[in-house]
């Protein structure tokens, strides 16, 4: 049997409702820790708002690192919080809202009465009767529990906005609904709206000619181009201003820097919803851009990696308290930093509270975590759940990081690359373990290594592959063995097979 969980910001906002045994508190719920549940758990994430890095935001995010069905899912939230990205799906949407206007006598005379209609949909139920249909078509477009939906007419009647609603904006007719809808949601199964697919042979790779470390260099970039094209696949270079016609490939290769809060995440996600084969793919990008997740998923399943803990924002007693019975230095990480950007070592309890209320003005939780110094951290390639590459990556001289900002400019250490076999067994293993948890795309897994201790520190969706450095060994063979299996998925979807 299924439990069910039902996570608010405070218990007070379910007031209005019968008592619920299953009602928590979002703080209750991301506090409690990580442990495999043996009974299935879904989550319905009733918090006020889901903005990027918020208490409602985190539990959704560590729902799914802890392997709990959610509603509304990560995607699903960053879906919702981009125009860019919802409009995707307001083509079919739009259509059907025209056929009902047209149909419906009381409909059409309320859109022409008010030339804009605000509408309240939960879980896929509205009080406006003609909307129902419509309502319950966007419901499994972007399952979210409460969702504002406004129309606005200009050359005909069209989907204006699309948002996430809380209990608290909720009128007294609106609770009622939303307590026989939540109550009949309870008892079904979620789905997923199918994609779409395209069938041509041709790779588009995102680049951004003045980032300052991309992921890849222009030399390897056009060994990239070489590899693809000698497969038969056409490999174009696109940039942030070709997101209209992203459509037109077969598949898309991200080689600048992801970010959920910039316009990969929506290159990638429009690119699964086209049916494009994908690196870095949605989810991997969403499971390993934010570092709460990553831990807590990494932890759940067992995978070692350094001591941590969760700092949260408003628990000043308990961060007071944890920083006093640590022993020091420490690490202290935002949850969504990048390059060694975000990650600061503190030397005592003044200055973990110090920084960590730095941190918290961008991200409700902050990571603190063992310092393990080692003279390089591993970097391990892996693509589809195989090993691919191994580095060396060397500390900067001087200072605790592979990257060095201090002064104002990127500083990197240097890097050794050898043959897969020739990594440590237990290195390769953690890397793999840490990779399944993710999917089965392109990472790039940094590990430490302490005597027979061996711990996974992150897992990048966004590898580096430079020329002269992770293809030192493989060289060229290492841009074919990417380029096949962009080749090989392309090809299992054009038979209607899965990759």
Not at 280 to 293: A, G, M, W
């Amino acid at each position: 049997m299924t439990k069910l969980k039902i996570v608010v910001d405070k218990k007070e906002d379910w007031q209005a409702f019968y008592p619920a045994e299953q009602l928590m508190s979002a703080h209750e719920y991301l506090a409690q820790g990580s442990r495999k549940d043996r009974t299935p758990v879904q989550i319905i994430n009733l918090c006020r708002n889901y903005r990027y890095l918020s208490y409602g935001y985190y539990t959704s995010l560590l729902a799914e690192a802890r392997g709990h069905k959610v509603i509304p899912s990560i995607q699903t939230i960053n879906d919702l919080g981009r125009k860019s990205v919802y409009g995707l799906n307001m083509k079919n949407l739009n259509e059907l809202l025209g056929k009902l206007v047209s149909k419906d006598a009381l409909l059409r005379q309320q859109l022409e009465a008010d030339r804009q209609l605000e509408v309240t949909i939960c879980f896929g139920q509205t009080l406006f009767a003609p909307l129902q249909d419509l309502a319950r078509q966007i419901f499994e477009h972007f399952p979210c529990p409460i969702l504002h939906l406004t129309f606005r007419k200009g050359e005909s009647w069209q989907i204006e906005t699309l948002k996430a609603g809380s209990l608290k904006q909720l009128n007294s007719a609106e609770e009622d609904l939303f307590a026989t809808a939540i109550d009949t949601f309870s008892r079904k199964l979620w789905r997923k709206p199918t994609a779409r697919r395209k069938y041509r042979y041709d790779l588009a790779i995102l680049v951004d000619r003045e980032e300052v470390l991309p992921p890849s260099d222009p030399m390897a970039i056009k060994r990239f181009i070489r590899a693809g094209r000698q497969l038969g696949i056409d490999v174009s270079l696109i940039g942030k201003k070709d997101f209209s016609h992203l459509a037109e490939y077969d598949g898309l290769f991200i080689r600048e820097t992801t970010s959920i809060s910039n316009h990969t995440y929506r290159f990638a996600k429009k690119a699964e919803h086209e049916g494009l084969v994908v690196f870095d793919d949605p989810t991997s990008i969403l499971r390993c851009c934010n570092k709460v997740y990553l831990s807590d998923l990494l932890a759940t399943n067992g995978v070692a990696m350094p001591e941590t803990h969760f700092l949260f924002k408003d628990s000043k007693k308990e961060v007071q308290a944890l920083a006093e019975s640590l022993t020091y230095p420490r690490v202290l990480k935002i949850p969504d930093g990048a390059f060694s950007k975000g990650v600061v070592k503190v030397s005592s309890p003044g200055e973990l509270l110090r920084q960590a209320d730095e941190y918290f003005k961008q991200s409700a939780i902050v990571l603190v975590q063992e310092y393990m110094y080692t003279e390089y951290d591993w970097r391990i390639g892996i693509l589809n759940n195989r090993p691919l590459y191994a580095c060396k990556y060397l500390m900067t001289r001087g200072h605790w990081q592979i990257y060095n900002h201090s002064s104002g400019q990127a500083e990197s250490g240097g890097f050794e690359t050898l043959p897969v076999h020739e990594a440590p067994a237990k290195v390769v293993r953690a890397a793999l373990k840490a990779t399944k948890l993710i999917g089965d795309g392109l990472y790039g897994v940094d590990l430490k290594q302490s005597g027979d201790k061996v711990v996974v520190i992150e897992v990048n969706d966004n590898p580096s592959i430079d020329s002269g450095v992770e293809d030192l060994y493989l060289k060229d063979s290492l841009y074919r063995m990417i380029m096949e299996e962009f080749l090989r998925r392309m090809e299992r979807r054009r038979l209607g097979i899965g990759h």
